[in-house]
């Protein structure tokens, strides 16, 4: 492999790691919004934020990148390869995290929050303060492994015509006429994505059990 | 927005056939990549340290590389070594072999959760190697996985949707075929998002069946 084509795979390293974050930091926080409509019970949206977890993670990531990225602009919404990708892997995401954060609220004991109750404090106070720290700390692992599946899902945003990591492999393979190599330097990369998730994996457990102790 | 849903229920024998096709595919890969996963996991239990080592390896880089790029390993750079496989082969092969490592993995954990006196016991009434693992080992460990098991087999079928781009007949490339003729591309892929929907509700049902049943029988 020539320099230029590393080059060219190092170009779709960056943009696996734009979009698979972009994807995760989007879907976080929405994935928490749908995990609160249904630990709150709010009628309708509850049950709407339910059919859409169970549709959603359902749903291969080709398949919703394809639907966003061909189905929105026929209702209006322009939407370029990049966007749709980030869309695509934020939706994904964003159902799976809402399963781990309602774990975590279904989990989150009574008693804590009746004695916050009890000292008058108001519910989105009582929130921020009292549950959500907590809850964040004990989902955190299974937050960041959910994070390295959505980067091995990443792919799916080829069909959309994004150069990312596999992409560029197969670009060079076809060009080379030699696969082997960019696949094996796509498999070096991808690694050390997952590996920089297992090192934040790590510490994580690490902190919540020493914060557990303490 | 109704003529795409009515082109794709005028074609819905081709959409069907690409849900028999996903359905096909991901009932073998599951069935083949359990076998295999539960022969992996006595590699990955293994004393040897090296038959351990080994196993642990091939299931620790099947967890770093994304589904899609391993298909393209098979189907492009296998060629390079002359084994030359169909789409159809290629990605059946891609699926079990991929899946053998997360199936292994599964089964390995659920294994070292087996309390030591179940294993001890078994040796003491004569029980050794195979059918130790057989009668004694793996009965408790696959009904602990089952659930485990059912996420995967989830996860089959949303991996051979990535077979589309090697050109496999499954259900996303029925769904592409439709859309890309006639261009209706949200009633053909809401239509195939809804099957998807409805194959993985039957998945963990039926996982909610053999539990209830293996339940009743305690």
Redesign the interface.
Known sequence: MSGANWLALLQGGGITAVVSLAGIAIGLPFGLLLAVLRWLRVPVLAQAAAVYVSVVRAAPAVTLGLLIFFALPTIGIEIGPIPAGIATLAISTSAFDCEIFRGGLAAFPRDQLEAAMSFGMPAILRFRRIVLPQVLRNVRPALINEMTLIVKASPAIAVMGVVDITRAAVEIGAATYRPLPPFLAALVLYSLFVLVFVVLQRTAERRARAEAVA | MSRGWLIVWMHRGELLAGLATTLWISVLASLASLALGALLSIALMSRHRMTARTARSFVD?M???????FV??VY??LP?FGIVLGNWTAGLASLIVYNTGYMGELIAAAWRALPRETIEAGHAFGFHRFTLFRCIILPPVALTAAPMIGNQV?QI??????L??IAVAE??HA??NI?SFYFV??AA??S???L??A???AIESGVGLVQAVAERRR
Do not use: E
């Open positions: 880089t967890r770093c590389v994304p589904f899609l790029l393209y390993v492009y750079g390079s989830v079928v949303k991996d051979s949707a990535f589309t781009i259900l996303t769904a592409t859309q591309p949200f892929f809401l195939a998002v809804l998807y929907w194959l993985c509700v």
